[in-house]
């Protein structure tokens, strides 16, 4: 089956840095690649994707890159902010009906410093 | 639309008493699941249901049982509840070709 890892565990950034999160993935037909952020007490949030057909992906501050030949993508988010802080899941998983549709990585503990 | 909603919001438990936890989703999507959410293990997948009908075993099944009543809701019974089930579940629910949207989440404490 799938197996997502993801790195590093915690980071720390200054308020207006850039953070880089990484995962790696090991199944080759997975084909959908989406990253959850989630607050304390609060359910995940879906918020950026990436097909197997696209190289990287952007939607304001964030984005996501991914190198299929690899099997790895990461997610970037510039110019942080102090409620960027959450904890944020990598997710790798095909998008076929009736599969166990996502693998999840260990997940990354943000914390953005005013 | 409510989304997916589940059912307590927050249980006690004593080392084998049995419970059921509820999900329900009104976006009329076919697949369901159920994840458990431990502190540094990120979610693992327990059980999934492509279609009403339907059920499968996922990462972490043992200890645990599913049933798809309808298209809209998806239960996970804990039959003999164990300290190790202490933990945060999920139910998502997914339209075909797209990603996950989860529930509110129950959080179970078992002494």
């Known amino acids: 089956g799938e197996n997502v890892e993801q790195h590093p565990s915690t980071l720390s950034v200054q308020e207006g840095d850039s953070a880089v999160i990484k995962c790696t993935y090991s199944d080759s037909a997975s084909n959908y690649f989406p990253w959850y952020k989630q607050e304390l007490g609060k359910r995940p949030q879906l918020i950026i994707d990436?097909?197997?057909?696209?190289g990287e992906k952007k939607d304001q501050r964030i984005a996501v890159t991914l190198n299929k030949t690899a099997k790895h993508f990461s997610l970037h988010i510039t110019e942080t902010q102090p409620e960027d802080s959450a904890v944020y899941f990598c997710a790798a998983g095909g998008l076929d009906t009736g599969r166990r549709a996502l693998t999840f990585g260990s997940g990354t503990r943000l914390q953005v410093q005013p | 639309n409510a989304g997916v909603t589940q059912t307590p919001k927050f249980q006690v438990l004593k080392t084998g008493q049995s419970m059921t936890l509820q999900c329900a989703q009104d976006?009329?999507?076919?697949?369901m699941y159920w994840y458990r959410q431990d502190p540094g293990m990120g979610l693992r997948l327990i059980y999934y249901s492509a279609s009403e009908g339907t059920t499968d075993k996922g990462e972490v099944p043992n200890g645990y049982n599913v049933s798809r009543l309808n298209k809209r809701e998806f239960s996970l019974r804990l039959e003999s509840a164990a300290p190790s089930q202490t933990s945060v579940y999920f139910c998502?629910?997914?339209?075909?070709?797209?990603?996950?949207?989860f529930g509110p989440g129950t959080r179970l404490l078992v002494l």
């Open positions: 976006m009329n999507h076919n697949s």
């Open positions: 990436i097909r197997s057909n696209v």
């Open positions: 998502a629910s997914t339209p075909p070709g797209e990603t996950q949207y």
